[in-house]
Structures are given as C-alpha cells and as structure tokens.
Nanobody
C-alpha cells in the first residue's frame, strides 16, 4: 500500500518561513514526478511547485522566488521550503506523487497539512 505522509505545517507570521516534507512509502515503488498543491477555503486546488525525478522544477507565478521545491530520491521524500510567507499563502498543502507500482502508474495524494500565515 502506497502512502504519502506530510509534515511541517503550522502557524507563522507574515515574512516567516516553513519547511514541508512528504515521505512516500510502499513496496516496490518507483516515483516519477512529485510536487505540492494547495487549497484555500472556497478556492480550487492549485499547483504550487513540481519536481521531476531528475530535478527539473516548475513553480506557480505567485510563489516564484519565495518557495523552493527539492527531493531526495534515496529517501522517497519531497520538500517545500517556503520563505517570505504571506497571508495569501494560507491553505491546506497537499503532497502529490506519480508512482509506479508493479507496472501500474497512479497519482497519489497526501492527507494535507495546514499552513496559516498571520498578518
């Protein structure tokens, strides 16, 4: 059974920083793209940042220059370093991964972690 488990959310003042982590676990898994999405109340889930297995990254315009996505393939872990946080970054952040298990490719999601930025 594949699981994605996030950690690192919390409450921070505007201008502060947080680091999110997400670990993928399961037997005989091969992980392709990983990334982070977020969903604020009343809004659709949106892509924040993505990273390929080879390390190529992409970001939402709203977080460019403030957030950095990285991964450790040996640990099946993806990170999101969030700096210069703004109140509009407040949302539930979800880890996402495209994982191959026994030849079947599927999209997996974590349970979400709350990030709240106070003004």
């Amino acid at each position: 059974q594949v699981q994605l488990v996030e950690s690192g959310g919390g409450l921070v003042q505007a201008g502060g920083s947080l680091r999110l982590s997400c670990v993928a676990s399961g037997s005989s898994i091969s992980i392709n793209n990983m990334g982070w999405y977020r969903q604020a109340p009343g809004k659709q889930r949106e892509l924040v940042a993505g990273i390929t297995r080879g390390g190529s990254t992409n970001y939402a315009d709203s977080v460019k220059g403030r957030f950095t996505v990285s991964r450790d393939n040996a640990k099946n872990t993806v990170y999101l370093q969030m700096n210069s946080l703004k109140p509009e970054d407040t949302a539930v952040y979800y880890c996402n991964a495209v994982i191959i298990v026994v030849g079947v490719t599927r999209n997996y999601w974590g349970q979400g972690t709350q990030v709240t930025v106070s003004s």
